[in-house]
């Protein structure tokens, strides 16, 4: 391979930039500076579809409505465990206006008899059993309340303590396997150990197994912290729920979803419907939220298109709140033992970590890799556990399993820090290697002003103020699997093309961006198309991998076709194009300023309608962590949290949150603080509000709406400033990593730090509620 | 949500004649040819959209003349029509000025949106949201069921649940203006299908769970509440209201409590009206923080002993023990906001 050597900015600017050499391939675009040194790179532009989104003309996949479109609502189960003796669909089969009813069946082997019977087991209440294709939703609905399904209804088991008892009700009664999907992005699960309700241990990750010796680390340690810490199941509440309209009616199968992975989507409904990728074409123009759960064709796609084959007719089907709630994925819960030890000049000499969790009837409740690898400990070693119990299947939740595993980890340095006599924020300084951690935690201090922190619990009145702090660390994932297109038009349009779909965090923004900076054009002259599987394939949105993997192909793809424009431009000047450059529209030349035209001019020269270039994701300058796509560095966060409990009432009100992120060179600092955001308010919520409540006695969620199931409103959200460290590492052709996990794995454990500081008592479970801050100053007899 | 037919009313005598049942009714036993009552709607769609009220005829009183006024007299006091909407009231500067902790429990119901869309009798009719009675999959005391699922001492989810009167029934009335109203001592002006009218205070409107199991009020099909009288406050009068919720921007009450004190010049309560909002299954007055506090002088130590003599009687379930405390703090804390 080709190379050439170039210096890169390298470090964080006000701290410790430098350059760094690298050699990198040939085609690769030069390298960009800074982005001071930048026009479109780094600013605040304005979403490119923003006016579209306000006035109501987006159109998400809820708003297709295509000819002869039928409606379908889903059979759901309502006990939590049962064997189905029978469905008796007659009644919904007359209804007038019903078209077809499609029941989800056990697949048979030939010459076989099906040992588990017609019908799958019902494991959990919400669980699909089939569906309605109908004239109006209405009647579908009314169609599937005439089914009659006769249940031998088994024992069950709902709340995971209960799960781990001997003799509990058994949800699978064999070693289970579950398939990764794009959202998992490394979460440990094994199924295939243990045996009962409770599966595993994983005891490793990416990162490695277990290190060094425990029991010798805990020897050596002066100061020991030990607790037991809690989470509660968090369901993903997307404004936009699941669901797809599938319209068969060509040869090829044509699926608009609400997915945040249109290829996946594209290659699930090609396997289960055995058609070739080509025959298979994958929408999806906006989105309205997924949070991690939207990474599959469900049971919806299938389900869909199954009734779609049935009918002849385009099926609309999408999920209402309740199913949402029930059957679309969850934050598993977690019970995490932590143990860690320290010298005590601090350095830490033993983490030990034992979780169980419940992801219903799926695994994935692990509690991430954050106590592995976020400080320096030589000893440290993991147990994580699932818990299978009748509830619908978790699914990965922005940062999957981490959030759960800092909320433990991050109280418990706190913890050891007041032990130790340090400040939280020293003793971070001494066991966290990381730089940019270190100037998050200056600048953020600096922002927040740490300096006003009283010893926990000293406040007076009956309004308590508080300050905590909580860090996370995030790995850097790229999606090899990562292309677009660029085109030049011969009327002087530029488009984009690629199935990579906007989660609703700017992706097409990004783009737009990046290809106008490369080729010197304002973003408006931009035409992005993405999120259709006939383009070239991109990454799935999950594990924040989107920006880190799709800018550098779409780069350099644009790089590559302004090359060829320019060339075109240099035969006409009678020069070489590599004295050529565009800026603000116009063709140029470094030797003679007097030779100019304009974009559009050059792109007449053109033999061709379009110029076309397609690039892939390459591999990182200086390589991989992992050969998969694991890159270097982190995507490291510091969050600061202040908090007043009443006394009296135990209610906390967070006042404010200082989150100073960092993602490598930020493309677009307004949509980087409105992500930010965005994790800061779930991460509230997930430390004060939402829950989900299970009644043991029936296996229903009793809160499976917007009611009860408590997501913050305006009132409830704190005053948020956000802080974007830029940090180059010379990487890629961009250097840009994406944010969307770690502005949620902090939060939660900034603020129940920042409850201990307020109280002086600390809470070991969320969410924080009154009555367990009245529990935990003594008030609840 | 089932297909029905819609009916506009256009007299009180119009509604009155079409009208043959109540949510109340339907819900503990369904008919099939049950003709309701709807005015602001929220309410009754919540419980149609759920599929477990089904009426055949919706008859909308919401547009009937004469029933959207709001009348002050400063000897008679205040009347307001059961179609004045929650956003009416909130922002009437009389009910601001004569009867605050009214104000402020309009000013903290619902959201804005709701308070625009709310009728003042619909409001005082709704019934509770326990989530049990509100799932179509938990056949309760309250739908002929044979059990109270929350009270379940392991499995019920009882935790926004009474802690006062919870015998059988352990839902919390969800009207915490009427928490507001009783303190005042308003009544319900109620008409028949007979041309009767009758008016009946706010203590006697709401029917225990022990008395009447499929009732949280004492309305009959053939009733319809035309208005919502405040007698007339003394010079003397003074009041306060604070509900606890989980989200300030939009929530149901944990514990709401509504203080009306007559006090005297040094600081001396004459005489308590103390209400406490989803403390028991409908609003519950506290005789025994009103003993407490009356002729007592307002200060922390009264009002703390009047909080906790209120909760004296209070027996919470598995999971609501926390109310107690926060009824003794908030109770505390609306009668030091009168001195």
Partial sequence: MDTRKEKFPYGIPGHNLSEIEREIPIEEPPVWPINDKLKIIGKRVTRIDALDKVIGKAKYTSDIKLPGMLYAKFLRSNVPHAVITSIDISKAKSLTGVHAIHLIENTQKEGEENKNGKYPIVKYVGQPLGGIAAESLEIAKDAIALIKVNYEKKSFVIDIDTAMEIGAPIVFDEPITQQQDGGDVGETHDGSKGKGNVRGPSTSSFFGGPRGDLVKGFEEADVVVERTYRTQVHTHMPLETHGVVVDWNSDVMMVYASTQNTNAVRNEMASIFNLPKSKVRVFCDFMGGGFGAKHSSGSFGPMAANLAKKTGRPIWLMLDRQEEHLSEGNRPNSIQYLKIGAKKNGTLTGIQQRSHGTAGVALGAGVGRIAQILYTCPNFATEQYDVLTNAGPGAAWRAPGNVQGAFGLEQAIDELAEKLNMDPLTYRDKIDKSEVRKVERRRGAKLFDWSRRQPAGSGKGVVKKGLGVGQSTWPRFVTLDSSVEVKIHNDGGVEIRSSVQDIGTGTKTILAQVVAEELGLEVKDITVNIGDTFFPVGPGSGGSVVTGSITPPARNATYEAKKALLKLVAKKWETDSSELFIENGQIGSKKDASLKMPFKGATKLMRTSQISKIASRSDDYGGFQQPWGLAYGDLGSVQFAEVSVNTDTGFVKVDKIVAVHSCGRPLNIGQLESQINGGVIQGVSYALYENRVMDNGTGHMMNANVDQYKVPFSMEIPEIETLVVEEYSALSSTDAYGIGEPANIATAAAIANAVYNAIGVRLYEIPITPASILKALGKVS | ?339
């Fill in chain 2, 1 to 339: 949500m089932n297909k029905f037919s819609w009916y506009e009313a256009k007299s009180v005598e119009d509604a009155l004649q079409q009208v043959n049942s109540t949510v109340s009714e339907q819900l503990y036993k369904h008919t099939d040819k049950a003709s309701i009552f709807k005015s602001g709607g929220v309410d009754v769609f919540d419980w149609v959209k759920e599929g477990l009220l089904k009426p055949q005829k919706i008859i909308n009183i919401r547009n009937i003349p004469g029933l959207d006024k709001i009348d002050y007299d400063r000897k008679k006091g205040m009347s307001i029509g059961s179609n004045v909407t929650l956003a009416e009231i909130a922002s009437n500067p009389e009910i601001k000025t004569n009867y605050l902790a009214l104000h402020q429990a309009v000013n903290h119901a619902a959201t804005p949106q709701l308070r625009n869309m709310s009728t003042l009798g619909g409001n005082i009719a709704q019934r509770n949201r326990c989530w049990y009675f509100r799932s179509g999959d938990h056949d309760c005391f309250r739908k002929e069921g044979d059990r109270c699922f929350a009270r379940h001492s392991e499995t019920g989810e009882n935790e926004n649940h009474a802690i006062i009167d919870n015998g059988s029934c352990v839902s919390v009335h969800a009207s915490s203006i009427s928490t507001a109203l009783m303190a005042f001592n308003a009544s319900v002006v109620i008409l028949n299908s007979e041309g009767e009218k009758k008016k009946v205070a706010m203590d006697d409107f709401f029917v225990t769970a022990a008395k009447d199991i499929a009732m949280e009020n004492i309305l009959q099909a053939k009733e319809i509440i035309t208005e919502i009288i405040l007698p007339a406050p003394s010079k003397n009068t003074k009041s306060a209201y604070i509900k606890q919720v989980a989200r300030e921007s939009y929530d149901w009450s944990l514990g709401d409590v509504a203080v009306v004190l007559e006090v005297s010049g040094n600081a001396t309560c004459r005489s308590a009206s103390i209400v406490l909002g989803a403390a028991a299954p409908v609003p519950y007055r506290s005789m025994e923080a009103q003993q407490a506090l009356e002729n007592k002088t307002i200060n922390s130590e009264n009002a703390l002993a009047a909080a906790e003599a209120a909760m004296t009687i209070a027996r919470p379930l598995a999971k609501n023990g926390y109310k107690v405390p926060l009824f003794v703090a908030t109770i505390k804390q609306a009668i030091l906001e009168i001195s």
